[in-house]
């Protein structure tokens, strides 16, 4: 990732094949986000650019954005209230849970000698929702906001496969604190050609656990999958 020990640059974008689980709740019974709420696997698009620099004190970056944006129906197995509205047994629900996000990631390459190790922070910038309908009686709707900035440690490993243009490495950014935590861990393969462009391929999991007593809401998520990008290199 170097353009004569200058800048270095990097743009990639492709496909997120993922599933999600979990569960959802501010009430006292969990909604399950399969089971109940009928949501299944999922492809979308991500992406992300680096930039890098040989500047003294002054970090590099890495932007991202992730589409995560879930719809589904299913029918409730049980009483529910969810921000503060009650779904009955045997209504049909329609849901929308969107945790599309950017990001910003802001680090120092520790190690710089083709064996790369990078450590920082990542902002993660969620401006989502979770939206629940009754499919019966569509007054009967609630939307509870996921609007926040989530602040990460972040670290990220690169090894060459030296002569075979092929690396392998993970990006993971985590945080947990007060019975919360986020967890984004990226373990993937590189091939770089000798014109400046290439393909990586690997797997994706992301963990959310919010404990929110303020708003009263709940949720132990997980999505994961495989996910595939082209990149340009500069």
Known sequence: LA???????????????????GTIRDGTTALDLKNDL????????????YIEHPLPLI??????????KM???????????????TFTIT???????DLSHTEVALYYEIIDTGFDV??????????GRATLTSATNSTLTTTQKIDVVVPMLYASVNIPLY????????????ISYDGNS???LLLRARYETEYHLGVEAGVRNLALKIEDTTDQLYADIKINGPYINLFLFF
């Open 163 to 174: 002569g075979s243009g092929f690396s392998l490495g993970a990006d993971w950014s985590v």
């Open 71 to 85: 719809t589904g129906s299913g029918t409730a197995s049980a009483t529910y209230i969810f921000n503060g509205t």
């Open 3 to 21: 353009w004569g020990d200058i800048l270095g640059f990097r743009a990639s974008g492709g496909v997120f094949d993922y599933g999600v689980s």
């Open 91 to 97: 209504d049909t629900i329609n849901s929308e849970l």
């Open 118 to 127: 990078d450590l920082g922070l990542n902002f993660k910038l969620f401006d």
């Open 182 to 184: 986020l967890s984004d």
């Open 59 to 68: 970090p590099n970056i890495r932007l991202g954005t992730t589409g995560l």
């Open 38 to 49: 009928g949501l299944g696997d999922k492809k979308e698009s991500s992406g992300f650019v």
